[in-house]
T-cell receptor, first 112, second 115 residues
């Protein structure tokens, strides 16, 4: 069993829809949680970053962490065709190496 | 500000050949990482470095070697390429322990095909 599980999709939604992306994890030591967006043939770019539990909002994006359920979510409001990409969750324990463990990524397609 | 730069962007090798992938960062980051990305597998850590002159093994280190002779550069070597090493390779960097709450910054990858 993988340490981080993420549905690969693809997830196809109409423009303007609310998108929900999720990851589950098994390691209770994870403290830092990130969402990266990756366009085709590009490197991952950081979207959202949270520490421990709670919510964080940035424009159309909201990240939620539920450590009791070992579950994290990314919500995208008013989705745009430019949001079409692969979304990777990543997490890390608080140690000296700051190694990230990634989910396999969810491919999102926002239809005009 | 270039951030993290990877060279080459694309390469085709024959089985048994060797090559070195270069990663350069201009952010004065202490920590650097090499990942490979395969379909359905996400990004998996190959090797990493927590400072100049240091290296450590990640999740999938076999068949690869690394060196960090200068703080800004992290080299990934394939001594004898195998078809199983066909992948997209990403380099990333992070400021370091005192900034441990800062996420990693990624390059745009090197696409490597082994025939």
């Amino acid at each position: 069993q993988k340490e981080v599980e993420q549905d690969p999709g693809p997830l196809s939604v109409p423009e303007g829809a609310i998108v929900s992306l999720n990851c589950t994890y098994s390691n209770s030591a994870f403290q830092y949680f990130m969402w990266y967006r990756q366009y085709s043939r590009k490197g991952p770019e950081l979207l959202m970053y949270t520490y421990s539990s709670g919510n964080k909002e940035d424009g159309r994006f909201t990240a939620q962490v539920d450590k009791s359920s070992k579950y994290i979510s990314l919500f995208i409001r008013d989705s745009q065709p430019s949001d079409s990409a692969t979304y990777l969750c990543a997490m890390s324990a608080m140690d000296s190496s700051y190694k990230l463990i990634f989910g396999s990524g969810t491919r999102l397609l926002v239809r005009p | 500000n270039a951030g993290v730069t990877q060279t080459p962007k694309f390469r085709v090798l024959k089985t048994g050949q060797s090559m070195t992938l270069l990663c350069a960062q201009d952010m004065n980051h202490e920590y650097m990482y090499w990942y490979r990305q395969d379909p359905g597998m996400g990004l998996r850590l190959i090797h990493y470095s927590v400072g100049e002159g240091t290296t450590a093994k990640g999740e999938v280190p076999d068949g690869y070697n690394v060196s960090r002779l200068k703080k800004q550069n992290f080299l990934l070597g394939l001594e004898s390429a195998a078809p199983s090493q066909t992948s997209v390779y990403f380099c990333a960097s992070n400021p370091g322990l005192e900034h441990s709450n800062q996420p990693q910054h990624f390059g745009d990858g090197t696409r490597l095909s082994i025939l």
